[in-house]
T-cell receptor, first 113, second 116 residues
Framework: DVKVTQSSRYLVKRTGEKVFLECVQDMDHENMFWYRQDPGLGLRLIYFSYDVKMKEKGDIPEGYSVSREKKERFSLILESASTNQTSMYLC????????????FGDGTRLSIL | AQTVTQSQPEMSVQEAETVTLSCTYDTSESDYYLFWYKQPPSRQMILVIRQEAYKQQNATENRFSVNFQKAAKSFSLKISDSQLGDAAMYFCAYRSASGSQGNLIFGKGTKLSVKP
């Protein structure tokens, strides 16, 4: 089974801090994704990556950046955390085929105080 | 841009009964993929079922089946013989068969409750 591991289930940070969310997958997937999930809004794509060192902006990239130095690891960075970034963050990975499903991690519930 | 609409924020079903969750989407593309994902409370999101737009036959996975109406841009999920473990948020998702590298467009979700 595909395993997508997010480094923390719960995280509390302060406004203005630089926050790193880590995601690792073990299936050699080319594609990795970061979503934000908010009640009533569903999942919104922040950034995705289809190869090492490659990244593309999703629907809501403002205030975020990403890093993919190795194929298995995709990091989401909040440059200067703000309270409106309090949310559930989901990482996903998929192989290259378009009909292939995305496999999700357990999520990180991030609170910015 | 493509959009996905789930018009039922919440649904409820009696255990062992059948329930249908609605999903409509808007696209000008002819080739795409559709997915239903399930997210149990505080647990990982998992794939329930997928459908290729070029296939006329509706996908089925055990108790889960879809009613795919391409002309109507409708992709509903039917759960038969509902079980307590089916209680979850269900998300409908669309993926283009062209363009960028396969990101999904999600609906806002339907929360399904199962009554014993």
């Amino acid at each position: 089974d595909v395993k997508v591991t997010q480094s923390s289930r719960y995280l509390v940070k302060r406004t203005g801090e630089k926050v790193f969310l880590e995601c690792v997958q073990d299936m050699d997937h080319e594609n990795m994704f970061w979503y934000r999930q908010d009640p009533g809004l569903g999942l919104r794509l922040i950034y995705f990556s289809y190869d090492v060192k490659m990244k593309e902006k999703g629907d809501i990239p403002e205030g975020y950046s990403v890093s993919r130095e190795k194929k298995e690891r995709f990091s989401l960075i909040l440059e200067s955390a703000s309270t409106n970034q309090t949310s559930m963050y989901l990482c996903a990975s998929s192989s290259g085929g378009r009909n292939q499903p995305q496999h999700f991690g357990d999520g990180t519930r991030l609170s910015i105080l | 841009a493509q959009t996905v609409t789930q018009s039922q924020p919440e649904m409820s079903v009696q255990e062992a009964e059948t329930v249908t969750l609605s999903c409509t989407y808007d696209t000008s593309e002819s080739d795409y993929y559709l997915f239903w994902y399930k997210q149990p409370p505080s647990r990982q999101m998992i794939l329930v079922i997928r459908q290729e737009a070029y296939k006329q036959q509706n996908a089925t996975e055990n108790r889960f089946s879809v009613n795919f109406q391409k002309a109507a841009k409708s992709f509903s999920l039917k759960i038969s013989d509902s079980q307590l473990g089916d209680a979850a948020m269900y998300f409908c998702a669309y993926r283009s068969a062209s363009g960028s590298q396969g990101n999904l467009i999600f609906g806002k979700g339907t929360k399904l409750s199962v009554k014993p």
